[in-house]
């Protein structure tokens, strides 16, 4: 691990160990290892011994705020450590009426981006031992000996992408903010399935959903779904039909998709979630960019304050059906 | 299964030709549930109700589904005959097998096929159906006419009349509208003030009528029976129970703005009335243009008001008040013909709109009523009316007619004759429409007897040239070309809505059409209603319309109003929003897009892991729910659910006609 990272995990600690001994938060939500090297989990911190095992690496990609809509219903006061999109999230849903502001403690952390490990593992080609980063490479170790790769080219699609690696709410920033990033055409999928004939596009659609098992794992990963029961474990009346189908596959992310409109705030979760690897990001960023061509510009999750397209009424909203 | 009976009007022969009547009777009495089915020539009929009742009594039908045309045609009327009969009326199921199916097929072979289907969804629903009960509401008895036109003093009288009170709300300083600002009315050249102005006085004094002047309704909310409005009294800046109307104030007042009611044509002080007959006859400050408040002295106003009247530091005032019914007749604005580049509209003194030129009519107006032209004060000779500008054009104004400037035209010209009685009049016109009592005989005595010349044909160009306006038109029956040497032009510019109609359709939740003329709720058979109960509309806010339309129109919805207001309760909607509040996750979206503000958040506890948790959800007020349906849309989980169209009843009626065909 780099000495960077170390350094600024000290300074984690520090400021989050204050705030759980003086009793200013009752639990928080962190980062640890988990069982590779590659793969950080989600810590509960609630003592300073669960705090000796946070961490804060290159692979803290687990967005934490959705946590809250559990947590805070067995403790009074939480800390969360969020990036940029973990900040995002929790302003989805501070709008949505799940968390109270006054309950929960941001702490603030600038995020250069998650690296990708099965991108790291082809890079390697042998068997890939760890990673050191350093000046913006990315050093593996493999059985063969070191490999040195641009740190920006090992991100994940969602990270590469990111328009907000800086908290956009926080009570106490932790870390140096990184500001705002170059990233290259976020709608460039997006376009080119646009492009495509119905048909093609359904036949793309049908090859990438056909895959799904419906482990709900998009769902279970997103912060826009907070509902206390999903339409599709609904009994009666019941909208999700259980059988294995494309058909009920397309029914299940079309509608969850359309229960995003104006609500995702693009972390990608639900793509990094997905055992299966569906692009789910481009049905999302679709209605992000029709929203945004339709309503003007609109970046969910950025200010808890402003409206939601689709909750306010303006007179110039477009109506095209009833428009001479 | 409920016992449920099925009935199948033939209407004439408007289902019955083109739906197998008999075929959809038998496949009926196959549909689950369904223990009697029948047909009828016409189900409405007294007959036809009979029938069914006899049936739910003889069956002991517990559901009742008929197949006949639209719900918003007999829905109440089949549902009064099955509580007559004793069944809850939302027990009973309406299946649209003539507008949606026998009118739109030519070929009974795909009407028939499909009524069935519909009836087979409207089953599949009704045994779903539960009995529902509407609230019963109190009617506020007071009325409230938005705009104080002759519109709206017309309806307001009749309902004062008729013995409820009623509120005017007038944006301008006084009420009269656009009556107020002709000179003569065609077709009998009455005086317009000499027959508004007692209308005017009869509407302020009149014990049942308030006059609310210089304001602006600002919020609707509630509905039919009980809407609760909040009106923004602009600052006067003068206290009306002082003010004698003496006028010295505005004889004094040194500072000049342009005046609305002369259309521009003239000045007005800034304390002023905006004409001798306003009523109420209490001036305003017009604090743009009133030097004490633009420069911080002069205050002549206060120093010479014998009554002391004047109150520079008044504030707007919000009344809130509920109103059981509302009429809006807000009029209507005329459009600039500025646009029309080639008529010169705004280069040339002499060039005007019609309701300019009427202005130099009036005794009061910019030229005293002396008919001149403005350039240089010397009466014209020779005057060239334009007809349709804006009207009647699809490419550049509007695809109406103003349905007016005919017949004003045509006074215009007769009283332009009596004025100056060596002036020749040329009318530019698409068509003569006269339709209306005495119009056309009006209009053939102004061809006739008046000298005026008119000439089918468009205006080309129109340009000054020395003393004249040069008009050059075609006149399209002879094929010539025409060029008149014009002293005045008058351009019968397009009626138009008020520009601020749309925003006002949104405060008080009624639609416009594309032009955002106030839509009725039926072209026909409903005019004066709109699609919110409770409110109606009246006068050129509708569309553009004549004084004696206007008038007859006002009477009408004042009738509507009265209609509502002798009742003392009124059924409540039964089909409301009803929320599943352990399921609801509070999101409070449902909130945010209920137009009747019918949602709110409640705190409710719930057991937890051995203790207790409050958390917020959302609860449903079904007095204010009108049963619109917005929150089902917005609630992602389904908690919310609208009575009578449950999402249970949708998704049987699309199972009934997807997974049977």
């Known amino acids: ?324 | 299964m409920p016992r449920t009976g099925v009935f199948i009007c033939h209407c004439g022969t408007n289902i019955a030709g083109t739906v197998d009547i008999e075929k959809a009777v038998e496949a009926s009495r196959n549909f689950p549930g369904v223990v009697h089915a029948d047909d009828y020539r016409y189900l409405c009929s007294e007959m036809g109700q009979d029938l069914i009742k006899k049936a739910i009594e003889d069956n002991k039908l517990e559901r009742v589904v008929v197949g006949t045309c639209s719900p918003r045609m007999h829905e109440g009327t089949f549902r009064k005959a099955a509580a007559e009969a004793g069944l809850n009326p939302y027990l009973l199921e309406v299946a649209n097998i003539r507008e949606h199916c026998s009118w739109v097929h030519k070929d009974i072979e795909e009407g028939t096929p499909k009524a069935i289907a519909l009836l087979r969804a409207a089953v599949a629903k009704a045994v779903l159906n539960e009995s529902l009960d509407a609230p019963e509401l109190e009617v506020e008895k007071r009325a409230l006419v938005i705009g104080g036109g002759i519109a709206g003093i017309q309806a307001a009288i009749d309902i004062a009349e008729a013995g409820y009170e009623v509120d005017v709300v007038e944006r301008e300083p006084s009420i009269g509208g656009r009556m107020a600002q002709l000179e003569k009315t065609f077709p009998t050249l009455d005086c317009s003030a000499c027959i508004l102005t007692p209308k005017m006085v009869e509407a302020a004094q009149h014990p049942n009528i308030n006059l609310i002047t210089y304001s602006e309704v600002e919020e609707v909310k509630g509905f039919v029976g009980q809407f609760d409005v909040k009106i923004r009294q602009k600052a006067r800046s003068v206290d009306p129970v002082k003010c004698t109307g003496c006028g010295v104030c505005y004889e004094k007042c040194p500072a000049k703005a342009s005046s609305e009611f002369e259309m521009g044509l003239s000045k007005r002080k800034a304390i002023y009335v905006p004409f001798p007959q306003a009523v109420p006859n209490v001036p305003v400050i017009d604090r743009d243009a009133c030097l004490y408040f633009r420069k911080g002295r002069c205050q002549i106003c206060e120093k010479e008001c014998p009554p002391q009247a004047i109150v520079y530091d008044q504030k707007d005032e919000f009344i809130e008040r509920r109103y059981g019914t509302i009429i809006v007749a807000t009029g209507f604005d005329q459009m600039s013909p500025s646009q029309y580049g080639e008529y010169g509209y705004g280069q040339h003194p002499d060039i005007l709109t019609g309701l300019e030129f009427e202005r130099l009519f009036n005794a009061s107006g910019p030229t005293g009523g002396k008919v001149v032209r403005l350039s240089d004060g010397k009466p014209p000779k020779k005057v060239v009316f334009v007809q349709c500008v804006g009207s009647r054009d699809k490419a550049r104004g509007m695809n109406y007619c103003s349905k007016i400037c005919c017949m004003y035209t045509a006074k215009q010209a007769v009283l332009l004759k009596e004025k100056v009685p060596d002036a020749k009049s040329y009318v530019f016109y698409i068509d003569v429409r006269t339709a209306g009592k005495g119009y056309e005989e009006f209009q053939r005595r102004a061809a006739e007897e008046y000298d005026v010349a008119y000439l089918r044909g468009q205006v080309g160009k129109i340009f000054p040239e020395g003393d004249h306006l040069v008009v050059h038109g075609v006149d399209s029956l002879s094929g010539k070309i025409i060029e008149i040497k014009a002293d005045m032009v008058v351009l019968a510019a397009a009626s138009i809505a008020r520009a601020d109609a749309p925003d006002l359709g949104r405060i008080v939740g009624i639609n416009s059409d594309s032009y955002h003329f106030f839509n009725e709720a039926h072209p026909k058979l409903k005019p004066v209603e709109t699609h919110t109960a409770g409110i109606f509309i009246a006068g050129a806010c509708q569309a553009p319309k004549d004084i004696p339309d206007t008038v007859a129109q006002a009477s009408a919805a004042a009738v509507k109003a009265v209609g509502l207001l002798s009742k003392d309760f009124l059924k409540g909607e039964a089909c409301t929003a009803e929320v599943n509040q352990a399921e609801c996750s509070g999101c409070m979206y449902c909130e945010a897009v209920c137009p009747y503000s019918a949602i709110n958040p409640v705190e409710i506890e719930e057991r937890y892991h051995g203790g207790t948790l409050k958390r917020t959800v959302a609860e449903v007020n079904p007095a204010l729910c009108q049963g619109c349906g917005s929150c089902t849309v917005i609630c992602r989980s389904g908690s919310v659910n609208l009575k009578g169209f449950s999402n249970e009843q949708i998704l049987a009626e699309v199972d009934a006609i997807c997974l049977q065909r």
């Open chain 1, 1 to 324: 691990m780099a000495e960077r990272n170390l350094e600024q995990l000290e300074k984690i600690r520090e400021a989050v160990s204050q705030d759980l001994l003086s009793g200013r938060i009752e639990l928080l939500l962190g980062w640890e290892k988990g069982h590779y090297w590659w793969q950080s989990r989600p810590l509960f911190a609630s003592s300073e011994g669960d705090l000796a095992r946070l961490t804060w690496d290159s692979f803290c990609a687990v967005n934490l705020s959705r946590y809250l809509l559990d947590e805070l219903k067995d403790h009074q006061k939480v800390g969360v450590l969020v990036k940029g999109c973990d900040s995002r999230a929790f302003n989805r849903l501070l709008q949505d009426n799940m968390v109270q502001r006054d309950r929960v403690i941001l702490y603030g952390l600038p995020c250069p981006g998650i690296l990708d490990y099965n991108l790291l593992a082809a890079e390697a080609g042998s068997k890939l031992k760890g990673i050191t980063e350093e000046n913006g490479q990315v050093i593996l170790k493999t059985e063969d000996g070191e490999i040195e790769v641009n740190r920006d080219e090992m991100l994940m699609v969602k990270c590469s992408e990111c328009l907000y690696p800086d908290p956009v709410v926080y009570d106490q920033m932790l870390l140096e903010p990184l500001g705002q990033k170059e990233v290259p055409e976020r709608f460039k999928a997006v376009n080119e399935l646009e492009a495509l004939s119905s048909e093609e596009r359904f036949a793309y659609w049908e090859k990438e959903l056909s895959r799904c098992l419906r482990c709900y794992a998009c769902r279970q990963a997103c912060p826009y779904c907070s509902c206390r029961e999903c339409f599709v474990e609904q009994e009666n009346p019941r909208w999700q039909g259980r059988a294995y189908q494309p058909s009920e596959n397309f029914l299940f992310h079309l509608v969850r998709a359309y229960h995003g409109a104006g609500r995702c705030i693009d972390c990608g979760e639900c793509q990094r979630a997905c055992p299966v690897n569906i692009p789910l990001q481009e049905l999302n960023r679709k209605l992000i960019k029709d929203i945004n061509e339709l309503y003007g510009d609109y970046e969910a999750g950025v200010d808890a304050e402003k409206e939601p397209p689709l909750l306010t009424y303006r007179p110039d909203d477009p109506a095209a059906f009833s428009e001479k």
